[in-house]
């Protein structure tokens, strides 16, 4: 019984000893007594760690930036032009400019843009003005002003090419004879819509005073004439075209503007062999002089002097002077001293041979008309005092009195209007004998009437000193005195 316990008791032990070797290979069985107990220990399994996934890369978008875009194009007679895309980032102005040396030229003209993208943009442009090439410049305009934040800094700048379909106004006008109608003629053109040729005197290459115009349209039929105020005229004349912008048919030099062909005007310059005209006024012959106002000239040629012999026809020359080609104003003429008659008579002589010669009678024969001979000019030299005034224009100046003609030194003078009548003196000037013109009066503004009157006196105390002792000029015992009207502007 004791032996079967001791045999249960060994069985437990060494199956308790075999479960803690299953339980952990690790562990060292030793005799209970000396046995230490340790906790088990587990070993750990390391589990791999997910790839962490990075974001994917934002694509970044582009900033907008100006631009501009216009295709090469024709242009007609309608100047349309056809600008494709415009984007702007501000209120801006797309500027156009012509073609010089390759860079912008002259302005054209201008359109606002809106901020943003606009397609498809229509404007005119004057066709006349234009280039084969234009350019085109894009500008800010925040403040919406019509005028560039920065003119010299374009946000864009671009040039396109155009086609021209345009119908170029023309002129054509030959050189001519002119008769004493004034007829002129012109001999061709073309305009776009209603126009006017102008005549213009040529002065210095330049258009001076016009003499003449006549309305013009597509349909007018050439050669046609016209008629010019050919005394004022010269041989060398230029004709221009302008536009009739202003009432249909009336011809306004304010309002009716040159035509224009990239910025100039269409001008033709041509010749006419004017009638022959002498402008002289009945005047005293003063220190064996006389003066001609008005001399026209077709070539260079001589003013020849007259006298008369007795019967009403001219006699001996008695003074010559030389012209120049064209208009010659008050053309001073020397005189054989005590040579002239109470009539002098002018005929104008060609300058044939030797130019600034006169070798008359040899060459330089009097100029003939159709192969005759035409009557000289004449004028008197035993004259009373006069003068020649006209109305004029009210300003702050001076007034203009055209001419005064006087044996004797003497004074202009200008009274204002009274009741109908001469009031009081208000302006005078000295003028010497002879013929004076254009002579300009000061006169006391304060005092000036609508209506004014311009005397003559004689220079008969202190000489150039005015004062009560220069009495008024007679004729057949009336005083020399002449009215003229102030008008407004």
């Known amino acids: 019984m004791l032996r079967r316990f001791s045999f249960l008791f060994l069985l437990i032990l060494f199956l308790a000893a075999c479960r803690q070797e299953e339980s952990d290979p690790t562990v ?4 209970p007594a000396a046995a230490t107990p340790t906790l088990p220990t587990f070993a750990t399994s390391t589990l791999p760690l997910p790839t962490p996934t990075l974001p994917a890369t934002a694509t970044p978008t582009p900033e907008p930036q100006p631009a501009l875009r216009i295709d090469d194009q024709r242009i007609d007679d309608s100047g349309r032009v056809l600008i494709q895309t415009v984007t702007s980032l501000t209120p801006s102005l797309l500027a156009f400019y012509t073609e010089s040396n390759g860079e912008p030229g002259e302005f054209l003209t201008f359109i606002s843009i809106p901020m943003g993208t606009s397609d ?12 084969d090439t234009l350019f085109v410049r894009l500008y800010a305009d925040t403040n919406q002003d019509n005028i560039p934040d920065d003119p010299a800094a374009p946000l864009v700048q671009t040039a396109f090419t155009l086609d021209l379909a345009v119908t170029v106004p023309t002129l054509i006008i030959n050189d001519q004879t002119v008769d004493e109608a004034g007829q002129l003629r012109l001999d061709g053109g073309t305009v776009i819509g209603p126009s006017w040729v102008v ?6 290459g330049a258009p001076g005073e016009i003499v003449g115009f006549y309305p013009l349209t597509p349909e007018t039929s050439y050669p046609l004439t016209m008629t010019i105020r050919w005394r004022e005229a010269v041989p060398q004349m230029q004709a221009m ?3 009739d912008g202003g009432e249909r048919g009336r011809f306004d030099p304010t309002t009716d503007m040159p035509l224009l062909r990239q910025g100039q005007p269409i001008t033709v310059s041509f010749r006419a062999s004017l009638p022959l005209d002498v402008t002289v006024l009945d005047q005293p012959v003063i220190n064996n002089q006389i003066v001609i106002e008005r001399v026209i000239s077709n070539g260079p040629g001589w003013l020849v002097v007259y006298t008369d012999d007795g019967s009403g026809r001219p006699n001996l020359i008695i003074g010559y002077t030389h012209l120049e080609d064209g208009l010659n104003t008050a053309v001073t003429v020397s005189l054989q001293p005590n040579a002239h008659t109470s009539t002098l008579y002018i005929w104008l002589h060609e300058d044939e041979d030797t130019i600034g010669t006169f070798e008359y009678p040899r060459t330089d024969a009097a100029v003939r008309l159709n192969g005759r001979l035409p009557l000289p000019f004449s004028f008197r030299t035993n004259v009373n005092n006069y003068l020649i005034a006209r109305d004029q224009m009210l300003t702050d100046g001076p007034i203009i009195v055209s001419h005064a003609v006087t044996v004797e030194s003497g004074w202009v003078v200008i009274y204002n209007d009274m009741a109908g009548e001469p009031g009081e003196i208000i302006g005078q000037t000295w003028i010497p004998a002879g013929v004076s013109r254009e002579i300009e009066v000061l006169v006391a503004m304060d005092e000036v009437t609508p209506t004014l009157y311009v005397a003559l006196h004689r220079d008969l105390g202190q000489p150039q000193q005015f004062d009560e002792a220069d009495l008024s000029m007679l004729v057949s015992g009336r005083a020399i005195i002449v009215p003229i009207f102030l008008l407004d502007n």
């Open 241 to 243: 075209l302008y536009h």
């Open 199 to 204: 005549i213009h005197n040529e002065v210095n």
């Open 28 to 31: 060292i069985v030793e005799t």
């Open 120 to 131: 498809q943009i229509e404007l005119t442009l004057n066709p006349l003005q234009v280039t």
